[in-house]
């Protein structure tokens, strides 16, 4: 196929929608996957059902996006702020990752996957963070789509740990305070080295960022869909898609 071509639809697609231009895509996908719960409330399931139904959605869209040719893919997995959850639903969420991870690694390295985490690791139980290192060491070779999970992440935290890392830069003169400027922020984040997000999705209708990312989507295209998580499919992913690529994207410029 030629970057020319429109990428046609798949056979579960009904929408002229489904259709975009591959030459146009985000380099960088970042996803707040958020209604797990009212998927599930909705069904008369219990929430963490809504949970697993999630972990399916994550296997369909990383192979999607892996298979389209995106760069980097971000998922916010479990905020900083979703410890105030009841407990047996933080239990199951723990070990859902657990699970992804262990089950995902083949898929991962087939799909020749590159793998990372990003938000405080040291805080997760450490079964999980166990998985989290044994899949960055399977992946450490792999070279194709990033994929990045956002773990016990908030951006007002990260931004916190990247002040303090600066100021010990300082501290033992390795940097002078005037040579404080982005690339030096950006680089002391903890997506150091990613580009930043082209195309922010959230699922289930909020139009908040809630802490995602706060740095790195200052220029972010933002998409919405009333769909929770587990209904989010490759069609879904393909509308937005197709949307990113007629916004016209002026970074404070005028229109070209
Ligand atoms: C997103 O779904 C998953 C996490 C935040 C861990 P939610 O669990 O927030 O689902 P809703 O928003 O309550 O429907
Ligand atoms: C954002 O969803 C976090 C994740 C998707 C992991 P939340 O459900 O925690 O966000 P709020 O509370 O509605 O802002
Ligand atoms: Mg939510």
Redesign the pocket.
């Known amino acids: 196929m030629t970057r020319s071509q429109t990428i046609q639809k798949t056979s579960n697609m009904d929408s002229p929608l489904g259709e975009f231009d591959p030459s146009r895509l985000p380099a960088h996908i970042a996803i707040?996957?958020?209604?797990?719960?009212?998927?599930?409330?909705l069904k008369g399931l219990p929430?963490v059902e809504?949970?697993a139904q999630?972990m399916q959605t994550v296997r369909t869209i990383v192979e999607e996006c892996s298979r389209i040719g995106i760069h980097q893919l971000t998922l916010?997995?479990?905020?900083s702020e979703?410890w105030k959850?009841p407990q047996p639903?933080l239990d199951f969420?723990m070990q859902l990752l657990e699970c992804y991870l262990v089950q995902e690694r083949p898929l991962l390295l087939e799909k020749n996957i590159r793998f990372s985490t990003i938000g405080r690791k040291e805080m997760l139980p450490s079964s999980v963070q166990h998985e989290i290192d044994e899949t960055i060491r399977v992946c450490r070779d792999n070279t194709g789509m990033g994929l990045c999970l956002a773990i016990n992440y908030g951006g007002r935290q990260e931004i916190v740990d990247a002040v303090q890392k600066i100021a010990s830069l300082i501290k033992d003169g390795s940097i002078s305070v005037n040579s404080i400027d982005e690339s030096v922020i950006s680089s002391s984040l903890n997506t150091n080295g990613m580009p930043d997000p082209d195309l922010l999705i959230r699922t289930?209708g909020?139009m908040r960022v809630s802490n995602f990312l706060l740095w790195q989507i200052s220029y972010a295209e933002i998409w919405v869909t009333e769909k929770?998580?587990p209904d989010f499919d490759i069609a879904t992913l393909h509308a937005s898609l197709s949307d990113y690529s007629k916004r016209e994207r002026r970074f404070g410029g005028l229109k070209s």
Do not use: T
């Open positions: 707040i996957m958020d209604g797990n719960g009212r998927w599930a409330k929430r809504g949970h999630g916010f997995c479990f905020s979703n959850r639903e969420l289930a909020e929770p998580w």
